[in-house]
């Protein structure tokens, strides 16, 4: 799946291509959210039947060292949406009333994590990176995420601003991330911007897309 933010730096970004073609998708006729989360369980039940499987409200998870995870519906509903078999995990969406996150599953050993927004992975799936904005009902966080995999996966960089959001996320290389900044000067009218992120020294620095660097600026805060 190529995003539109992909598309438009195509010629010089030709890793974009890969970026979360994992993704299950809905039919036409399902535009709701929660029905198409159903509708992508299903699915992952019937191509991974020995993985996850669902007994009423309980969505049952089996790793690979042989524990099972259960997630049970309550005033909140699980579904399991994706599997990205190169980096162990299986990806479920929490839906609330207004609003909702997603688990990483790490399918090896049950582990579990919360993020908001949805991962796009790295060209060998050792990273991924979320990205989220609600700038106008504030039913999800404005965030961005970069989580890396050691024997878990950790959290390498996040952050929340309040005035503004990121989306369309690629990877160019392990150590440099491109996005679209989304702020909103004036109520419904967006503001769309290219950014860079840029790993150097253990540290994440932000940058509009076509500036260099500055190697004395501050990291992203």
Known sequence: MVTRFCQLILLFLPICAFANDWVLECPEHISNAGRCAAH???LLIKKYPSLVSRAGDILQISTKKGNQVELENKSWHYYAIGY???ANILLVRTQYWEGNSHLVVDTE?????EIYGFP???KD????VTTDYDLEAGYNPNILGIYKKYASWRLEYFISPDSWGSDSPVWIDDNNLAFTRI?????LEYKRQKYMLT???GNWWLRPFNKQLQTDAAPLN
């Open 120 to 122: 796009t992975f790295n």
């Open 109 to 113: 050993n049950g582990y579990k994590k």
């Open 125 to 128: 799936y050792t990273q991924f």
């Open 199 to 201: 790993k150097r020294n």
């Open 84 to 86: 990205i078999e190169q």
């Open 40 to 42: 992508k369980e299903q």
């Open 183 to 187: 702020s909103a000067p004036q109520l």
